[in-house]
């Protein structure tokens, strides 16, 4: 029988079968084997779900009853059953990433000093890392910003602009390289230019604009390149801020096996593994599975378009995986979202998806799953399928599934992966009963509720200004926004006066007078991998240009215009259709390939610009075609926010303003003094189908990608250690050793009780890891800021937490640093504490360390939901390393109680009906807690506290698996001693 890493037999061994593909014998888990009518019942989300469990039964971590109470998901999903599940892989970007190897890092110092070989020290389980983050918008519409329109029209916001004449774009013109046409696959072709015969030979798949040429070098073809202007001076200033962490990762791509590190500047996580780095089905060792994965960032959930189950988690659940660990989850109850019709002649994939947005948000999927089904789904791509998979952390559910159809091995195809993958693929997936046809209704599952949109009802439409759920049809618009501006303040309303909404600004810009009010767009934004890995939407926008330029339309220059695709291939198909010189003439030149502006990255605005918004309080809007649009998110001057498409960015760009009514007002005139309607210009589906079929084509993805690895000229000079061991710099303020295995021994260690200790904290209810976890800027009085300026960095170069998670000294010192955590020791909220013993207030992590001098220990109080939000490694991290040995609250959410654990910390909840104001706690107590040697889990503790009161807390270890970790000192002290 096979075994598991436990040793222990696996008891389904029976239900592997041998399969044939391509006259190589592979072996699989055969799930109708089991025999049992539920199967073909379930959901084929669960059905993923289900295949981790069997493969990897082991009744220690997976047993079977876990398999037992998926096949039960009828009865179990309404039941919050938990259920240990293995998924295939992990994936990682760098923000997240860099504590993992961090943490990876000090793991092999501690094996080294033990005794043990540092090398066996690698992710268990494949993982990726793309570096994506960290690029910001700091130079957009460098090259092109002072060119002549040439179609010498005006637009409707800027009517001084745009004049005189130049070369006429030309139409769509035929793919470059003749041989990429009929969708080769073939790699025997070279999918590079030629190379020239002069001195320095020009890029020529970026030539065809007729625009001056630079030295700069295009990122994915090697040669020069007239559109790498603003990319370059991007990428110079990337690499100065981060240096050091480029560096370590680097050291890290070396160093670690089973571990892929993708160099900055090749495109976003999430496209780069929808595009590239998805199996669709694993093949190890000849066994065949599904692939399935967790990532260490919310829209993760972007893979499930193509039939890949994955979700977002925190980073100890992400390195629990990564080191072969399960993860406990709820067995969800599944949403039947049932697709009907078609998009119309106007509506894209964006628009499909904020409107669903809208819907599942009323509908309320919160901790569920969604699954798509029904004939409309044949009608969508992958792409637009992506699309809608990646906003699900908007409509709120843990995943929006697609299961792998027909469509899906066509984009396999299209993306340049061989016939064997494919065959494999197909082959597995309907021997499992895991292949969909949408157009069958026999083969629909049961679902927990069936909901239905036919998506022929959709329209063109944003969603803002400040949530992403907030969809408003593009006809209403200019009068939902109106109205939003002298609303009461919320999250439709701005609370302005009838007379300051009305306000209008005069300045100069460029040495020509523009106006601004609000409702001006002052940035708009082709960005995020949410649109960008979609042809039809980037083609569409591109068309869009391509025909406003022949039309003579121009972008005010003073909108912070920008391009900052998912990956190479972007570019590269933009450009072999002949769009890119229009998309740059109208601003929107490539800038960088990263997340970018939608995660806030969208760099300074014209100083002009900004002081007129700040000295008269107006409500200017970003535009964008990202996920997310929360207040403060994309632009602290950007007051509204809107998502949509690439076109309507465009559009949106086009107009300068909110305030239009695409139906009445014109986005400006042409040469011969004719209005230009948006519908004028707007492209067909027709024509970007056409254009889409000649220019996206295999050879493009196997020639980006084939590249993925190599970097740039950047990142290849980065002189990184070749070494097993990383040499860690100890003036370094962005990457040290973390102290977490300090003093560790081979042996096990004994439980040592708590004893007498105090509260570092009395919290209440709902403290959300947002209150815990360090993030965004590092305040100047904080102790972070007096660690960095003790070390001779100005407030300039703090930086943010996020960038440097690497360094465990900045962020305990930013644990608990929120501005509003409410501590009920004090009067007014924010990152203070009491120090018991002398009642001094002071910052939590002083408070913390007086502690640690005086050698007593400290435990935490909280109410209802502690550590609630999203899932964040540091809001566990960061408690353990300020000493904190339990918390007592009355729930905690799920996931943060079992990073608690992971972490070695001891999560106690009250009985029920009890809390600290029922028990008469005042917090000011010392509290002492013994834990038996023959802890078990679920077992009751008596809390004993120093007036000689005591009472009763349940000790939230819930399984034999969260006890080992514990008694280890935490999960990652429980893999070294079992790897050495």
């Given at each position: ?191 590079r230019p030629q190379a020239q015969t002069s001195k320095n ?212 195809q299209q993306t340049g992966r061989d016939e064997l993958k ?559």
């Amino acid at each position: 029988m096979a075994e598991t890493a436990e040793g222990k037999p696996n008891p389904y061994t029976h239900l592997q079968q041998p399969l044939n593909i391509a006259g190589t014998q592979y072996s699989y888990y055969s799930l109708p084997t089991l025999r049992d009518a539920r199967y073909d019942k379930l959901p084929y989300s669960i059905r993923v779900l289900l295949e981790s469990a069997v493969r990897n039964c082991d009744n220690f971590e997976v047993t079977e009853k876990d398999v037992q109470n998926l096949l039960s998901w009828e009865t179990t999903q309404k039941q919050s059953v938990e259920v240990a599940f293995k998924p295939s892989r992990v994936i990682l970007q760098d923000f997240t990433g860099v504590p993992a190897v961090v943490d990876f890092a000090a793991m092999r110092d501690v094996v080294k000093r033990l005794g043990g070989d540092p090398q066996k020290i690698n992710p268990v389980s494949p993982a990726d890392l793309v570096i994506d983050h960290s690029v910001q918008v700091d130079v957009a519409r460098s090259l092109f910003r002072n060119l002549p329109n040439p179609g010498g029209g005006t637009a409707r916001s800027s009517p001084s602009v745009g004049a005189g004449t130049g070369r006429t774009p030309h139409g769509v013109r035929r793919h470059p390289y003749r041989n990429l046409q009929g969708g080769s696959t073939s790699t025997s072709q070279s999918t590079r230019p030629q190379a020239q015969t002069s001195k320095n030979p020009v890029c020529q798949i970026c030539i065809n604009s007729g625009l001056p040429q630079t030295t700069e070098i295009c990122p994915f073809h090697g040669l020069r390149s007239q559109c790498a202007d603003a990319l370059e001076k991007n990428q110079e200033l990337e690499f100065q801020r981060n240096h050091e962490r480029f560096l370590f990762l680097k050291w890290g791509a070396k160093a670690l096996k089973n571990m892929l590190i993708v160099p900055p500047g090749s495109g976003i996580v999430h496209q780069v593994n929808l595009e590239y780095l998805s199996r669709v089905v694993f093949n190890r060792d000849g066994v065949l599975y599904p692939d399935s994965l967790v990532g260490t960032d919310s829209h993760t959930t972007m893979i499930n378009g193509l039939g890949v189950v994955g979700w977002g988690v925190g980073g100890i659940e992400a390195e629990a995986v990564m080191l072969g660990q399960a993860i406990s989850m709820v067995i969800p109850e599944v949403v039947g979202y049932k697709l009907v019709g078609k998009l119309g002649r106007l509506a894209t994939s964006t628009d499909a998806v904020l409107t669903i947005t809208k819907h599942l948000r009323q509908l309320g999927v919160v901790g569920k799953f969604v699954e798509f089904f029904g004939p409309g789904v044949s009608q969508l791509s992958i792409a637009d399928r992506a699309t809608i998979s990646n906003m699900c952390p908007e409509y709120g559910a843990t995943i929006g599934f697609f299961p792998v159809d027909e469509q899906s091995m066509t984009y396999l195809q299209q993306t340049g992966r061989d016939e064997l993958k494919l065959q494999t693929c197909e082959a597995y997936l309907r021997a499992n009963r895991m292949f969909r046809n949408y157009n069958c209704p026999d083969e629909d599952p049961n679902y927990s509720q069936v909901v239905e949109m036919d998506l022929s009802t959709v329209v063109p439409c944003c969603s803002g200004p400040k949530r992403p759920h907030d969809r408003v049809s593009v006809s209403d618009m200019k009068q939902d926004f109106l109205t939003s501006l002298t609303a009461k303040v919320g999250f439709k309303g701005f609370g302005l006066t009838a007379e300051h909404a009305d306000k209008t600004v005069p300045f100069v810009y460029e040495q020509k007078e523009y106006t601004l009010r609000s409702g001006s767009v002052v940035i708009a934004a082709i960005t995020s991998c949410t649109n960008t890995s979609n042809p039809s939407v980037m083609l569409g926008a591109g068309l869009l240009a391509q025909k406003a330029v022949e039309r003579g339309l121009s972008v005010p220059p003073y909108v912070k215009t920008s391009l900052s695709p998912g990956s190479g291939v972007v570019t590269f198909y933009l450009q072999a259709s002949g769009v890119m010189s229009a998309l740059e003439r109208l601003g929107f030149d490539v800038v960088g390939y990263g997340c970018m502006t939608c995660i806030g990255n969208s760099g300074p605005l014209a100083d002009v610009v900004s002081d007129a918004i700040d000295k008269n309080d107006l409500v200017t809007c970003g535009v964008l075609s990202g996920n997310r649009n929360f207040e403060g998110r994309i632009h602290p001057q950007t007051r509204a926010n809107y998502l949509a498409s690439p076109p309507l960015v465009i559009a949106y760009a086009l107009a300068g303003t909110v305030c239009i009514d695409f139906e009445k007002d014109p986005l400006g005139v042409d040469s011969e003094g004719r209005e230009v309607f948006l519908w004028d210009i707007w492209p067909t589906r027709e024509e970007i189908q056409l254009v889409e079929r000649e220019t996206v084509v295999p050879a493009m993805f196997q020639d980006v990608y084939s590249k993925i690895t190599q970097g740039n000229t950047r990142w290849n000079e980065l002189d990184a250690p070749d070494a097993e061991l990383y040499p860690w710099d100890p003036k370094s303020t962005y990457i040290q050793p973390p102290p977490f295995f300090e003093g560790m021994t081979k042996e096990l260690p004994r439980v040592e009780n708590i004893k007498e200790a105090y509260a570092l904290l009395n919290l209440g209810d709902s403290v959300t890891t947002d209150h815990i976890s360090p993030a965004g800027s590092i305040a100047r009085n904080s102790p972070a800021a007096r660690y960095l300026a003790a070390r001779g960095l100005t407030p300039r170069e703090f930086n943010s937490y996020g960038s440097r998670r690497g360094n465990d000294a900045i962020m305990v010192r930013g644990t608990f640093a929120n501005i509003r955590l409410v501590n009920k020791f004090l009067s007014k909220p924010g990152p203070r504490t009491l120090h018991i013993p002398s009642g001094e207030e002071m910052d939590i992590f002083d408070a913390a360390e007086r502690y640690r001098a005086e050698g007593k220990q400290v435990i935490i109080l909280a109410g209802k939901e502690y550590g609630s939000g999203s899932s964040r490694d540091w809001a566990a991290k960061g408690p353990f390393l300020l000493g904190v040995k339990a918390v007592i609250a009355e729930s905690y959410e799920r996931i943060h109680r079992s990073n608690l654990v992971g972490m070695g910390i001891v999560p106690l909840q009250y009985r029920k009906g009890e809390t600290a104001e029922t028990l008469g706690l005042t917090g000011k107590e010392l509290f002492s807690i013994e834990l038996p040697a023959d802890l078990k889990p679920g077992q009751t503790l008596s809390v004993k506290l120093g007036d000689g009161r005591s009472f009763d807390a349940l000790c939230r270890f819930d399984t034999d698996v969260e006890l080992a970790y514990f008694r280890h000192g935490g999960i990652l002290n429980f893999m070294i001693r079992r790897m050495l």
